[in-house]
T-cell receptor, first 114, second 111 residues
Framework: NAGVTQTPKFRILKIGQSMTLQCTQD?????MYWYRQDPGMGLKLIYY???????DKGEVPNGYNVSRSTTEDFPLRLELAAPSQTSVYFC?????????????FGEGSRLTVL | GNSVTQMEGPVTLSEEAFLTINCTYT??????LFWYVQYPGEGLQLLLK?????DKGSNKGFEATYRKETTSFHLEKGSVQVSDSAVYFC??????????FGAGTRLTVKP
């Protein structure tokens, strides 16, 4: 039972470098999300997608991009890494039937930008 | 806008003590309310939820009641164990494309 899988688990970047965080889910969920978790700040929504080909901004989208070419995959792209993007990133999915459904989370990706 | 405010931690308790973590919310419409738990090195997982006023969610000895009159969803457990040490997040969802989280409360239970 894989659920939501994120890679890599850890990554160190230099300022200005680019990278992609991968996220895959095998539950056939329509809705997928990227959150960042900063200490004492809870989770902030970066981007979300309601289905293949459809994405939209969340609370903190600046500095990030996403795509959704398939139901399963929802990668998050950092184009020019900055120290402010040091955080733990979580991908999540939801069936999307209603607001009563729970989110299923990946194990997280810890990114450090130096 | 929609938001959640939860009790700041950290909270340290002895085993078998009573736990309360306060959570209040602000929302337009009729939110569903959730408690998620995050164990060290893991992602968040659902602990319990309630989808309408006066509903009680429960799981693993934890309970929370959806109180519309006080806009609250406080988490309680009668007797905590060392294994309950984790970070607990209150959350709400009004639309199926969004879920808002509180800042999290770190609980440490000592033997």
């Amino acid at each position: 039972n894989a659920g939501v899988t994120q890679t890599p688990k850890f990554r160190i970047l230099k300022i200005g470098q680019s990278m992609t965080l991968q996220c895959t889910q095998d539950m056939n969920h329509n809705y997928m999300y990227w959150y960042r978790q900063d200490p004492g700040m809870g989770l902030k929504l970066i981007y979300y997608s309601v289905g293949a080909g459809i994405t939209d901004k969340g609370e903190v989208p600046n500095g990030y991009n996403v795509s959704r070419s398939t139901t399963e995959d929802f990668p998050l792209r950092l184009e020019l890494a900055a120290p402010s993007q040091t955080s733990v990133y979580f991908c999540a999915s939801r069936s999307g039937i209603s607001a009563t459904g729970e989110l299923f989370f990946g194990e997280g990706s810890r990114l450090t930008v130096l | 806008g929609n938001s959640v405010t939860q009790m700041e931690g950290p909270v340290t308790l002895s085993e078998e003590a009573f736990l309360t973590i306060n959570c209040t919310y602000t929302a337009t419409g009729y939110p569903s309310l959730f408690w998620y738990v995050q164990y060290p090195g893991e992602g968040l997982q659902l602990l319990l939820k309630a989808t309408k006023a006066d509903d009680k969610g429960s799981n693993k000895g934890f309970e929370a009641t959806y109180r519309k009159e006080t806009t609250s969803f406080h988490l309680e457990k009668g007797s905590v164990q060392v294994s309950d040490s984790a970070v607990y997040f209150c959350a709400l969802s009004v639309r199926d494309n969004d879920m808002r989280f509180g800042a999290g409360t770190r609980l440490t239970v000592k033997p």
